[in-house]
């Protein structure tokens, strides 16, 4: 056997760079003198973290956010919040926060020196000019983020493919959204939360698979229990008794990875039970047959060894959703993290399809989003394939309308590019030699980091855009400091579909700049401005509106304006409608496939995103996860995300309130899994995978499958759990598959980092 | 100006999540900053995620009053317990271990106690308190009665206490289900009752593998 401690590389401290940048953690009495102040504005706008985007209230004091007040009024979250969303003013003039320029530098101690903005740029823009003209243009790649506002994520694509023209683009939804989003577009032909969360409270059955709605989207468990008030059943699929599951009427604790052969179990009982909606399925969809003779090979039996559920749960799951009139069914990274991430959704949405109820008040379908614009960021052409509009890079009609808009010829768009992960595989063969990121932190967020930092490290050149000095900007040739979300203002896309608008409190300090600034100075300082000469965010939005005329995702008909006035707009909202086709309302498209809804894919023949207006079944044959548990590596990991910390954790462990929390990653593991491995709780445990591994303290909770460990992503370095996790990709969606792989776990003494390093560090 | 009467404080502690919303927004108050004045716990993390909030009662006749002999604790007319008088609060930490519930905290630094006002400041000019304001899951939640009974058929508010002895009449509620006959919350008693429902700490995993699910962690017998 050989010994990963040996073979595997080990991420190096970096405590000198850290004592220079942080993490640090930021508390309130150590920011602020005097916060007893009256604040001199209240600035309405949204949490800068998750995919619900709570209205709140920022406090400003002196170009300072110095607290937050509920905002009552918005009609979602209706002032409530959660802990990230409350301390989130506190990374704002926090010590670590970038005021400069810096650039690699071997004779600091830090790594890095201070150099002028203007000087950066030159530097920036050099080496993109030379490595384009060197190794041709697809040389550079650029990743970009869903955190970004839609109008910077717009002007990612256009900068991307029409200033550098690279055909390596993409960005970190990569990790996030894209299974449910190609499932949804193979499904429905459409990619967006098919109803308002609203509609939750009506349901009778509300089915949540693989999220952890409780801690990764807070608020909707009010919706989930008042729905419950009310008497609906609550059912959660998951390995571990979240805090949603706690208080669910049926727990149903899958197996890792096998979510599809859950699903079609469950519409195996449904076919046999007669509890499917023929009508609908005859007049609305197509592939009934193919995804029930798929199902029949799932009997009762079968799909409780695959999945590890008793046969009487199952039997009573497809009953309650059988035979309830109204329901909604919610997902999230649980069943999409995986390499049948795209199947696994699919496969829930069979059970939706068969059931009948979609596109009606109460009848709901939906998946959680992760990123604060992780619906807007996957439409308007940041993605490897994608152009504005939702539409593709690869169809020549698409092109020609986006270099129409753009003035450019459709030939000089490039081709669709690669995945992010793929982006770093060519960064580690050498045939990527630049990077530009924002917004991405794959040094901590991709999967079997170690290999990450390698082709960082192999790069020519790297450029990093961000407000704090990321693990991954630790790599970073130059870094150029960007903004904070309170800093700029633009739109962004909610988890329902609903535009709504992000407005600056504060000005960008030091040398700080706007994000979009700084893409302007590098396409100017290469010389190739044209086309990104905005003057400011709604300039980009204007423009963004008519490049997303006539796609699938349609704003033409949002302004500013009309997001301001009614608590955001959803899309679809074309400009205009066809003759005979009745106006939206001023909300625009709350619910999607309502019966006798026009679109501009159907045009008419029917209420969904297909030529004849049918929603499409798709067969889910289950196939296993890429590394299955055996001899060597006996145990299932898991991971995921705790309430206090978001992402890769680069702005929540520099807020000291949410560090502690929830301080340092812990390794959850049931009590019959700790006896037998001789584990008390509180103990240092090492995991170890075929990638890496990883010392931390185990927590020892009976509300873990006892064949699966748990650890929270959100930490850097020696703490990472993406040291162990695996870079199998779903084929289609390309996402990784953080939720299974294989393990090992053993007593350990207490790791080196544990006397030098802060827990969030 | 005094708290609208008709607004009232409800704790539904089986719809709390554990996510410390309230102890973070709590610790924004500017007479407090950096510290929280809500206990929430788990009630034994090791088996189940089952936490617990509680604010300040604000007790009819406060034993935190009742006991402090700097007659420190005031009650405002309309029935908010206040945190201790700075001048008058002798640090004597009586308040600490008389009180039933567990709220007042000793805040040894500035030798005074502190507890939970209900947001003075925002409930006196008719806002929710900022722990009710933020509660993502309303465990906590503030409204008229009426709103409440509407929006929870299933549940009631209950605001009487009885800890051995000693019964205790509070300005906030617990939500206990209407199907039970209970109308005072016997604490002392509850401790030695089945819970209601499924047992929260029940390991629902024993039954599922059998003891197969460590068969390949296990050096095998003939290995």
Redesign the interface.
Known sequence: MNDPHSSTPTPPLDGATIQAFGPHRAYESELRTDTGVKPDKYVKTHCCFCGQQCGVQLKVKDNTVVGIEPWYEFPFNHGMMCPKGIKRYLQQSHPDRLLHAYEKHAGSASGFRQLPYEDAIRRVAEAIERIQREHGRDAMAVLSGASLTTEKTYLMGKFAHMCLRTANLDYNGRLCMVSAGAGNKKAFGIDRAANPWSDILGAEVVLIAGANVAECAPITTNYVWQARERGAKVIVVDPRITPIARTCDLFLPVKPGRDTALFNGILQQMIEHDWVDHDFIDRHTVGFDAVAAEAKTWPLQRTAEVTGIAPKAIEQAAEWWGLAKTSFLMHARGIEHHTSGVKNVLSTINIVLASGRLGRPNCGYATITGQANGQGGREHGQKCDQLPGGRDLGNPEHRAYIAGVWGMAAEELPAPGVDAYEIMRKAHTGEIKGLLSICFNPVVSLPDNNFVREALAKLDFFVAIDFFLSETARYAHVVLPGSLQEEDSGTVTQLEGRVIKINQAVECPGEARKDWQIIQDIAKALGREQGLAFKDPEEMFEELRVASKGGVADYSGITYKRVEKNFGVFWPCPSETPPGVPALGPQGTLRLFEPGSWNPVAKGAGPFYFPDGKAHFNVTPYVGPAEDVDQSYPLILTTGRVVSHFLSGNQTRRIGPLVDQYPEPLLEMHPRLAQELGVADGDWVCAESRRGNCTLRAQVVQTIRPDTVFIPYHWGGRKSANQLTISAQDSLSKIPEYKVCAVRVSKAGAPEYAAQLEPQQ | MSAPQDLEFFIDA????????C???C??C?TH??QSMIQLDFMD???????FPVVCMHCDSPTCAEVCPADAIKRTDDGIVQTARNPRCIACNNCVLACPFGVPKMNTKMNLMMKCDMCYDRTSVGL?P?CA??????ALAFGTRAEMLA?????KPVNDFKFGAQSIRTKVNVMLPRSVPQEVVDVTQAMYEPSIGQD?FA???S???GGD??R???PRADA
């Not at chain 2, 993390?45 to 936490?51: F, G, K, L, P, V």
């Not at chain 2, 304001?133 to 309303?138: E, G, N, R």
């Not at chain 2, 929006?151 to 549940?155: D, E, G, M, T």
């Open positions: 089986s719809r709390c999540i554990g996510c410390q919303a102890v973070q927004a610790s924004e500017d900053r950096g993390r090791a088996r189940s995620t089952q936490t929710k900022m304001s933020v509660c993502p899951s309303q929006l929870r058929p299933h549940a929260p390991d629902v995993f039954d599922l593998f699910v460590f390949s962690i296990r």
